[in-house]
Each structure stands twice: as C-alpha cells, then as structure tokens.
C-alpha cells in the first residue's frame, strides 16, 4: 500500500530535527540546502522542508542581505538577496574582500579614478574585436579593462578594453583552457559552419551549420565546441536505427 506524500515519518524526520533544532535554524538561515541539511541530520529534505513549515521558517519574510536594500521576500533555501542582480552584486563585493585580491582591486580602483578624472577614456568598441560591447542586465555596457601586464603598480593604467567574449576568452588562454571561437568554414563531425548568428549572448550564441545530408539547422556554439552535437537529427536517428 503506497505512503500518502502528506504523511510525517516521525522516527526518521521529527526526532531527529528536534534535537538539533537550533542548529538546523540556524544553518537553514545561512542558506544550506534542504538536500544537504537532510544529509547532514539523517533524514529526507521532505522532512526537512516539513518540518521548517511547522516551525514557521519556510515561508517567514526576510529583509535582502544586501544592507541598501530592505526589500522583503520570502525565505528559501540558498536565496539571501531579494533579486538576481542584488546576488550578483553582493557575490562582487565578496570576491573584492578576498585578501588574494587585493592587488587586483587597487589596480581597479586606479582606473576608475582615472576615468572619472578624465586620464582615461572608455572607447565605444572592444579593441579586440572591434565590435559593439553589449550591456548587462542593470543596463551598464560590458567593456571592461584588461589588465594585460598584470596589477603592479607600474602598470595600474597600462590596459585594453574588451569586450566580455574577448575578456574570457583571454582568460581561459591564460589558465591554459580551450575557449576558442568557432569559426565559419569550420568542420565539426558532419557539420559545416555556414555564418555567426549576431545579437547573441555568449552562453546561446548559435551557428547556422549545414550536415552531410544537406539539412541546415542553427546549433549552439557551446555544444560544437564540446563536440556533444556532431550531426543534425535526421542522421543520429538514422544511425540509432542502423546500430538496433
């Protein structure tokens, strides 16, 4: 006979909770999982979410963790700010307060002051690809300084400006990993690259690639890379059937 899904496993859920209720609050408040806090105390995160119900934690309001906004929202596991941008931001603020980056920020900060007291200049295009950077989602462009020569003092102002997709690009080639454009005339499996879709972000940028078989189809630049697409759909279920 099947379990109702609404019925509460007190052996294996509510004792065990119970015991350890002030620290599963508290680790639930700074955002552990229901997954892993059902891992750590023994017991399924069904239990673990049920239990947090009756308790008056799942669905409590909380103010954003980010101090300049008070916007309230209700708490679930993993989420302290209110929005994507705010998570995106405090993320930042984290990362600058890392001791390993202190150089990097100094260097940073030279060229904001640089900026705004006119040394410097941001120029319009990526000066790599010689393309218009795009914006991100609080609407400010994606040109960034590059650091080329690295963060000593010498060099806080010796820079270029990149766009986003040159900017990782560069970077993967410093840490010794392949993140290379695709490009068109290119041969992947069956595939023949044919143009660049353009207006497109870099995580679902597409290619217009043509097969063996003729068929055209726009394929995501990440999955040729990866080499996880190979064929158009017509050829792989004609393999399948030849393979059965």
């Given at each position: 006979m099947s379990r109702s899904p609404d019925r509460w496993n007190t052996a294996a859920g509510e004792s065990l909770l119970n015991a350890h209720e002030d620290d599963v609050i508290k680790r639930f408040r700074a955002g552990e999982s229901l997954a892993s806090l059902g891992e750590?105390?023994?017991?399924?995160?069904?239990?673990?979410?049920?239990?947090?119900?009756?308790?008056?934690?799942?669905?409590?309001?909380?103010?954003?963790?980010?101090?300049?906004?008070?916007?309230?929202?209700?708490?679930?596991?993993?989420?302290?700010?209110?929005?994507?941008?705010?998570?995106?931001?405090?993320d930042a603020r984290n990362q600058y307060a890392k001791p390993s980056n202190k150089q990097k920020n100094i260097a940073r900060n030279r060229v904001s002051k640089a900026l705004q007291t006119g040394k410097l200049e941001r120029p319009p295009l990526c000066e790599r690809c010689n393309e218009i950077p795009g914006e991100g989602i609080d609407g400010r462009s994606l040109l960034q300084a590059d650091h080329y020569m690295g963060y000593s003092q010498k060099h806080y102002l010796t820079i270029q400006w990149l766009c986003h997709d040159c900017d990782r690009e560069l970077e993967m080639g410093r840490k010794g990993r392949d993140?290379?454009?695709?490009?068109?005339?290119?041969?992947i499996g069956q595939w023949q690259v044919l143009e660049d879709q353009p207006g497109t972000r870099r995580s679902?940028?597409?290619?217009?690639?043509?097969c063996e078989c003729g068929n055209e189809s726009a394929v995501l630049?990440?999955?040729?890379?990866?080499?996880?697409?190979?064929?158009?759909?017509?050829?792989?279920?004609?393999?399948?059937?030849?393979?059965?």
């Open positions: 750590r105390f023994g017991t399924r995160n069904t239990n673990v979410r049920r239990w947090l119900v009756a308790h008056g934690e799942y669905d409590r309001s909380v103010v954003c963790g980010l101090p300049e906004c008070d916007v309230e929202f209700p708490v679930r596991p993993g989420k302290l700010y209110c929005c994507r941008l705010h998570t995106k931001r405090a993140d290379s454009r695709v490009k068109v005339g290119e041969k679902v940028a597409k290619l217009v690639c043509r630049e990440r999955m040729l890379r990866s080499r996880r697409s190979l064929k158009c759909t017509d050829c792989s279920h004609a393999d399948r059937r030849r393979d059965d």
